[in-house]
């Protein structure tokens, strides 16, 4: 990729070069309009960034200049100034964003913004749900936005729309997700655009927030409020302009990709808080933190609750014969066997070294001990490293209206650990809560 910096200031300069390069950019410069027209004469620029005031005339005039030119039509061009009433000014000529010149880092900051949403693929593409009955206006609009590089899902009525987004399992940042729905309001067939709307608006997961925008002929204060008041993101007028249509779902399209990066590193950041990294399972401090709601749970609504201790047996000795490394691969193995063995509303932790706890919903005393030995008798199987590996497991429950606590259940969990080692080990020992 390549960028024309067109600057008078050579400390701007610098820092334009710098912050373009780390970016992929190779980067010409020159500081007047004479030097620029040179340069976009004989040279192709995916940007094209200019100062507001040069040596030789406004940068105002080169940008005409350029948008003009057939050879950088759709650079895009960024306009630097100092001059706090310049925005009104580019609004006759096509300047993709105005860059004030308050601080070098919030330079740095929202240039490289704008390279990021302009040219990562994340935020030049996307998929479009399509509701349309016209066919002329259909036509019109799909063809816009295919010419952009969005990717299209046209329905003719609500009802087929709608069957196809509730069934579509992908969502967020997932790259087979619907980015944005775009429907018009009056529509042939039984569901009209604003039940759809609501429909959406009604889901619980991340499609229930994705950007919507409406278009249709009737623009009265009335429907406009109440398409709002339904959860659209934007109007849309019959006949539809090309270039407001693209620029506005354009933008929705960013700001969803930019949250669903924000959601996906909360995600990241709350799995390392909450997951052990070597075993896959919850850490202790998850533990700690969801098993007081777990058992509450099963108080308040009375349905049994067991804990099961597990223990592997001479862990020390594997680690001192067969090294830290083979340790490590047996803990992994473990961790995979106990994450995928148990059901999705239990709760599987290493609560730390060779010793993991897990939390079983609805689960009475005598399917607690069914599968502690089921567990038992995989691990004994598993031989991960090559290595014969037990466990001693500990097991409890805590029946309707019993009073317990995790610190009580653990508690008479490793009770039952202790007594397995004592009786030689590679057993599961139930021990009652007191």
């Excluded at 040596?55 to 895009?76: I, M, P, T, W």
């Excluded at 740095?108 to 704008?114: K, T």
Aim: hydrophobic fraction near 40%; include cysteine.
């Amino acid at each position: 990729m390549r960028a024309l910096v067109i600057e008078n200031s050579r400390m701007y300069r610098q820092l334009l070069v710098r912050i373009f390069s780390q970016h992929g950019f190779e980067t010409d410069i020159c500081d007047s309009i004479e030097k620029a027209r040179d340069f976009v004469d004989t040279e192709d620029y995916d940007i094209v960034c200019i100062n507001h005031h040069l040596q030789d005339g406004s940068g105002l005039d080169f940008v005409e200049y350029c948008n003009a030119h057939e050879r950088h039509k759709d650079a895009a061009i960024l306009f630097l100034t100092s001059d706090r009433n310049t925005i009104q000014a580019t609004l006759s000529v096509r300047v993709d964003e105005v860059i004030p010149k308050i601080s070098l880092q919030q330079i740095s900051d929202q240039i490289s913004h704008f390279v990021e949403v302009r040219f990562d693929p994340l935020f030049s593409e996307g998929k479009v749900l399509f509701v349309e009955d016209s066919k002329a206006v259909s036509t019109v609009v799909n063809g816009m936005l295919s010419g952009k590089g969005y990717c299209v899902s046209h329905y003719l009525n609500a009802e087929d729309a709608w069957q196809e987004f509730k069934n579509e399992d992908s969502f967020g940042s997932n790259i087979d997700a619907y980015d944005l729905v775009l429907t018009d309001i009056n529509l042939e067939g039984k569901m009209s655009g604003d039940e759809l709307i609501t429909n959406i608006r009604a889901l619980q997961d991340a499609r229930g927030y994705i950007p919507i925008v409406a278009i249709t002929g009737d623009t009265s204060d009335k429907l406009r409020l109440s398409l709002y008041q339904r959860g659209i993101n934007d109007f849309i007028q019959k006949p539809v302009m090309h270039d407001e249509l693209v620029v506005r779902i354009g933008n929705l399209i960013t700001n969803k990709r930019l949250l669903d990066k924000v959601h996906d590193i909360r995600r990241e950041l709350y799995m390392a808080a909450t997951t052990d990294k070597l075993t896959g399972c919850h850490n202790r401090r998850s533990l700690t933190e969801f098993s007081a709601k777990f058992i509450h749970q099963a108080q308040r609504h009375n349905y049994p609750v067991s804990l099961m201790v597990i223990d592997l047996d001479f862990f020390k000795s594997i680690n001192d014969q067969h090294g830290h490394a083979a340790g490590d691969l047996v803990l992994e193995a473990i961790g995979q066997l106990l994450n995928k063995g148990f059901r999705e509303g239990d709760l599987v932790a290493r609560f730390g070294g060779e010793e993991f706890v897990i939390l079983l919903n609805h689960c009475n005393a005598e399917d607690s001990l069914v599968q502690a030995e089921k567990l038992r008798v995989k691990v004994e199987a598993l031989k991960p490293a090559d290595l014969t590996v037990t466990c001693s497991i500990g097991v409890t429950t805590l029946e309707p209206g019993i009073e317990g606590n995790f610190e009580s259940m653990f508690s008479a969990g490793d009770a039952g650990v202790y007594q397995a080692k004592e009786a030689g080990r590679n057993q599961v020992v139930f021990v009652e809560l007191e």
